[in-house]
């Protein structure tokens, strides 16, 4: 029994270590929960303890990538795309380039960096994926998924914050032949491609799910939700899903069997029941009213919250059938996360707002407008360790959130 308990306690140590070590976009499971505790439940007037900025990041919408030991982010200086690692004091590690960055419209880096153990990952916004040492910056490889895969770029340049399972990649070129595929997270070499329905990328940022005991990548070409078998990439399912510019930016969420999708231009969202092989969905219901672009949604105790796009309020829906259960004007729209019970809203004009669900309304505990940066308020925020980060174009913040 001691050994027992004695080899429970090193795994348990081990996969705490390696999670340290791990960021993604979105948190642990790309889902917007973060899991804090202990953290303040309202602010001062002007927020929380600013801990330290940092305004020299150029354009671009990333989000911070935070572990145990570093934050990582990434900006644009000129034409080429950097990642910046920084202590926790906000000491600067080391600077490198990774690529040709997008400066055609809304300048600048578009994804957050995939940081595993002593390896990170970005995308550039040409297709351009780039592994490189975490403690170092120096590169391992990189794959131009435009040259080698025939993918096609999109209007705003591709999007899409990568995932990953074991030592597999998932990203998607959008061409025909290729249009989702894994690599070896190591080598950056080709492991599958799948057809999918052959359409160009949607902006949308995967996720991995496990659907009885057999995992899928959902992910969104320009018209379908796609379900992919991540060992051999076999198309298992798809859901029509089109809207007017083909712009489906957030990351699929799952519970129970059950897929939600939030799209912007008044397309509104779903929920998907996959089928209990995984091979087939159905429709569960719709709702157009939480129309959300690229600012994610929250599933929290059966209630998903978000801002709309077109319909401009946030708003809340019951999970079991689709209904609004309330909504507000208060607040512009913006990207949404959530830390011990509490939502936090980072708003399209600056704004931080902390709001209490349990009052069943969006009406703001606490707010404070965001003092650095420049252009638009588009980067998630993360909370990592009882700290707050807010990117700004140009400028990451650091605050105190703790009790």
Known sequence: MKRTAFTFLILLICITISAQKTAQWRGENRDGHYNETELLKNWPNNGPKLLWHFDKLGPGHASAAVTSNKVYTAGTDGDMGFVIAFDHTGKVLWQKNYAKEWIDSYDGVRTTPLVIEDKLYIMSGYGVIVCMNSNTGKKIWEVDLLKEYKGKNIRWGVTENLAYDGNKI?????????????????????????????????????????????????????????????????????????????????????????????????????????????????????????????????????????????????????????????????????????????LYCYREDGKVALIDPKNNSYDPVSIFPVPYGQDQHWAH?????????????TSLMVYDISK
């Open 170 to 342: 998932f990203v998607m070129p959008g061409g025909t032949e290729a249009n989702v595929i894994a690599l070896n997270r190591n080598t950056g070499e080709l492991i599958w491609k799948s057809k999918g329905k052959g359409e160009i990328s949607a902006y949308c940022s995967p996720t991995v799910i496990n659907h009885n005991n057999k995992k899928q990548l959902i992910t969104q070409s320009a018209s379908h939700i796609l379900g992919i078998d991540i060992e051999n990439g076999q198309l298992l399912w798809s859901h029509h899903w089109p809207n007017q510019y083909s712009i489906h930016a957030n990351t699929p969420i799952y519970k129970d069997g059950s897929v939600f999708i939030a799209s912007g231009y008044r397309k509104g969202c779903v929920r998907l029941e996959i089928n209990p092989d995984g091979k087939s969905v159905k429709e569960v219901w719709t709702n157009s009213m939480l129309d959300n672009r690229m600012g994610g949604v929250i599933l929290l105790n059966n209630k998903l919250y978000g801002s709309g796009n077109a319909n401009r309020k946030w708003f809340c829906v019951d999970w079991n059938s689709g209904n609004i259960l309330y909504e507000s004007e208060m607040l512009k729209n913006g990207n949404i996360i959530t830390a011990d019970g509490m």
């Open 381 to 393: 925020s993360v909370i990592h360790n009882k700290k707050l980060y807010i990117r700004h174009g």
